[in-house]
């Protein structure tokens, strides 16, 4: 394994110069209790005013009255740490944020992908410069050593163990990142690399300085596996985006909505996923309307997303202003892409039934859409369901006399008052068990327009016809 | 030349024919299921790519019963059927006792003004082979984009709608009419047939 280090050395400046319009106006990060204020890091140009990390604010004041200053904000840091290792994860599958102002990433396996490293290397610079990073790297085969290097000279890359023991050798051990304050005891000892840390006798190294210090040495060296805790891209989505002003039309909220869908199938298209109910939540002055948006299947594809949401979107009223949107899908389900022939003849712009399914229920309700199934219920009104869409197989009805095609949802008097008989009666006595009995006694009648009726009558009465159905 | 081309394209596309000849017609259609309603047909068949008009006296006549063939044939073979709207309960022990393959007859439930949208939508998407709806409020407009749509889905739609807009125009393919054939029997007069003159015979629907 080959594992590169993107040192990040001011993380927390640089993710508050990227949102500044004039990145070069002297700024500085400011920590520290209220009444012990300190420079937490400065820009360059503060810098070039005599400013430094670590100097009090009053003195900062004294130094340049104009100087911007901005609360440094730690969990920030980590946030901005979590946001390029989702950013690394697309050139390496093994990405760890564990040491806190660094990524490091294993590369080789990327190299039949992305070329050999000085490529990849070019690649990493260029994206994280375009991202507005400061940065520095290096290569090494472990990855504590890769941080080390990078600490030390940016660009350094080695690839081969050996090499990288013998350059290991000559870092001194002020530099070598070494537990707690080892580093600066050893160099006091009169130790200056880390060639003389290991031709000590380990028994008196373990006693005097513990066995952490002797751990990181393995792992530096590689004689002993690194477990680093991985990045995993999260498994839910949430988006926010906080609109320039109270919008009150939907016009106006399909823009963003756009790019929030986009950014949705952007994190699916990573995991490999695909997504299947999301809530879009309008967050008013004080309260919010949720939209939900569920799909029968998951999708991932951005146009037919924004086209669904869409529909439901334009549904709902918005009886008060918007101020912002935000996207919540809470599950990820993984995504299986229909399979399709490569010889099926599809005509240019035909939706597949799925889709097409989609938009109905979109526009008509979630239940708008459904199949139908027989039950083995002898009575007629039960002896149907509603069938969910994903059914795979259908019960067979049990055989009866002939059934008519259409059913009223309730029996109404027949208007016809004198009906042939063409067929009949069949009893129907049935339902004794669940309170809702039927005694029936049906018939096939023919009404004066021809048309064919099945209508029942009380048990042994041929009058007071009740239409249930038409043989159609 | 220009003019006589335009008019082999146009007689080729069958949307004019010689009066009193009988044009060479593909019999491409989608049979009916029924050899005397197939004979009566130009295209020996329910139009394909087209919307056909049904116009009932009241429901319940045996509308069903002419399209069950050709619906149980698409559900058979796995086409999608759809049902935009039905009037009642379509009654499932009855429609699979008939041969139709219910795990692909889709049903929509919808209010007239979104039926008419959800069946253009059917109709145009591509992915059904037959979808049946009851757009009773229609104008020739909406039929007019409805035909189109079922031009553009290349799927066969059919329209049941009442007897009274037997005299309306119509941009529909095929146009059947529910009647008696004089001695009080049932029977299906076709009113309009897309690409040949209309047939003097009725169709006596079967065995009713």
Known sequence: MLWACLLLPQLALDAVLRRLPDPDAPLALVGGPAQWRTLHAVNPAAAAAGLRAGMRLTAAHALLPDVAMVDYDPSAEARWQRFLAAWAYRHSSLVSAQWPGCLVLEVRASFGLLGPWPRIEARLREELAALGFAHRIAMAPTPRAARVLAGLRDGLAVEHPMAMRDLLDRVPVRRALLPEDAGERLHRMGLRDLRAVRALPLDSVRRRFGKSLLEHLDRLYGDVDDALTYYAPPDHFDSRIELECEVESHTALLFPLRRMLGDLCTCLSIRDGGVQRFVLRLEHAEAHTDVEVGLLAAEREPAMLFELTRGRLERVQLARPVVAIRLLARELPPFVPASRDLFDVRLQQTLPWPQLRERLRARLGDTAVHRLAPTSDPRPERAWRRADADTLRMPQAPVRPPRPLWLLPKPIPLRDFNPRIVSGPERLESGWWDGDEARRDYYVLETSQGQRAWAFAPPGEQGGWMLHGWFA | ?208
């Open chain 2, 1 to 208: 030349m220009a003019a006589i081309a335009a008019l082999e394209s146009l007689l080729a596309t069958q949307t004019l024919w010689h009066a009193g000849r009988a044009a060479a017609i593909a019999a491409d259609g989608e049979p009916t299921g029924y050899a005397d309603l197939d004979a009566l047909l130009p295209q020996r068949g329910w139009p394909r790519r087209a919307l056909s008009e049904l116009l009932l006296p009241a429901d319940g006549v045996g509308e069903l019963s002419l399209l069950l063939p050709t619906l149980t044939r698409f559900t058979r073979a796995g086409a999608t059927v759809v049902l935009v709207a039905p009037p009642y309960l379509p009654y499932a022990p009855a429609w699979q006792a008939a041969g139709v393959d219910l795990l692909h007859l889709e049903v929509i439930d919808a209010a007239p003004r979104d039926a008419l949208w959800a069946f253009e939508q059917c109709l145009r998407s591509g992915a059904c082979a037959a979808v049946v709806g009851w757009p009773s409020q229609a104008d020739a407009a909406a039929l007019r984009r409805l035909q189109v749509a079922a031009d553009t889905g290349a799927c066969l739609g059919f329209a049941l709608r009442d007897r009274r807009h037997v005299d309306n125009p119509s941009p529909a393919a095929l146009r059947l009419e529910r009647g008696g054939d004089g001695e009080g029997r049932p029977a299906w007069h076709v009113r309009k047939c897309r690409g040949g003159p209309v047939p003097a015979q009725v169709f006596a629907a079967g065995s009713r």
